[in-house]
Structures are given as C-alpha cells and as structure tokens.
C-alpha cells in the first residue's frame, strides 16, 4: 500500500512558474514509476509527465514538453513536478499516481495503482 500527499499548487500569472511536490509513505516507493496527471472539470484525467523507478529515465506529454520538469529523491520518497512558462490551459488539478507495471512510459490512468488527491494550479492570464 502507498499513500500519495501532493501539495504545492495554488495560484500563478501566465508565464510564471510553480512546483508541486507529492510524498509517499512506505518503504516501496523506488520500485514505482511515477507519473503526474490533471483533470479539467468535465473532461477525462490527461497525463502529464512520468518517472522511471530510479529516476534516470523521463516521459512528457507533448503539450508540456520543455515547460515541466518531472523529477523524484527517492531517499526522501517524493517526486516533484516543476512548471515553468505557464498558461492558463495549465489550469487543472494535479495528481501523482504510482504505477507497478513495467516500463516507465505508462500514460494510461488506468494503469496507474495509487493516487494522491490532487492539488489545484490555476494559471490567469
């Protein structure tokens, strides 16, 4: 069992930066790939960015590549996702999400075993 807490969303202007954090319980977390998702009212859960186990390896979706920045420290059980050059289309709520499955290239939620509860990022404009 992992427990996911993101925190670190909140408010920016288009064109700023902001980094939320998600920490893990357990003794387990290095043998996930982690990944971040965001939801829109309305509209199905997007992925975002994943992390492979040991933190080498990194995927992004193509909307957020070369803004974000998917990083984890897995001695201190927490992945990072930090958001630069913003715009309000970033506007959504964020989860990290835990994956068993093999590879670190998991964009499917599905396929994701654990959530957090997500933190809100509002970008105005």
């Known amino acids: 069992q992992v427990q996911l807490v993101e925190s670190g969303g909140g408010l920016v202007q288009a064109g700023g930066s902001l980094s939320v954090s998600c920490a893990a319980s357990g003794r387990t977390f290095s043998t996930y790939a982690m990944g971040w998702f965001r939801q829109t009212p309305g509209k199905e859960r997007e992925f975002v960015a994943s992390i492979s186990r040991g933190g080498g390896s990194t995927y992004y979706a193509d909307s957020v590549k070369g803004r974000f920045t998917i990083s984890r420290d897995n001695a201190k059980n927490t992945v990072y996702l930090q958001m630069n050059s913003l715009k309000p289309e970033d506007t959504a709520v964020y989860y990290c999400?835990?994956?068993?499955?093999?590879?670190?290239?998991?964009?499917?939620?599905?396929?994701?075993?654990?959530w957090g509860q997500g933190t809100q990022v509002t970008v105005s404009s």
């Open positions: 999400a835990a994956t068993s499955a093999v590879g670190f290239r998991t964009t499917l939620a599905i396929r994701y075993d654990y």
